[in-house]
Nanobody
Framework: EVQLVESGGGMVQPGGSLRLSCAAS????????MSWVRQAPGKGPEWVSA????????YYADSVKGRFIISRDNGQNILYLQMNNLKPEDSALYYC??????????WGQGTQVTVSS
């Protein structure tokens, strides 16, 4: 059974940073593309970032390009999202997802990110 457990969310001021983690189990993490998806209240899911199996290829939405960095530790089965220079519009529930195109994959339970002064 696929299990994805996100952590690292919280409240931060604009310009601040957070690092999200996703602990994965129940599947061959090291052979799976992985991604991050976020969803703000009243909006549809937004595909934020993706990583191929060894981290040599990545995708970033235009809205986060240059500010977010996706990485992974295949030895520990953990996916990360380093978020820098956070903006209020980054506030959302962030989900770890299986597959390259996150909205079509399996999601975890999510971790809340709130950016506010």
């Amino acid at each position: 059974e696929v299990q994805l457990v996100e952590s690292g969310g919280g409240m931060v001021q604009p310009g601040g940073s957070l690092r999200l983690s996703c602990a994965a189990s129940g599947f061959a993490f090291g052979f799976a593309d992985m991604s991050w998806v976020r969803q703000a209240p009243g909006k549809g899911p937004e595909w934020v970032s993706a990583s191929n199996i060894d981290g040599t290829s990545s995708y970033y939405a235009d809205s986060v390009k240059g500010r977010f960095i996706i990485s992974r530790d295949n030895g520990q089965n953990i996916l990360y999202l380093q978020m820098n220079n956070l903006k209020p519009e980054d506030s959302a529930l962030y989900y770890c997802a299986t597959g390259w195109y996150g909205p079509s994959g399996q999601w975890g339970q999510g971790t809340q990110v709130t950016v506010s002064s």
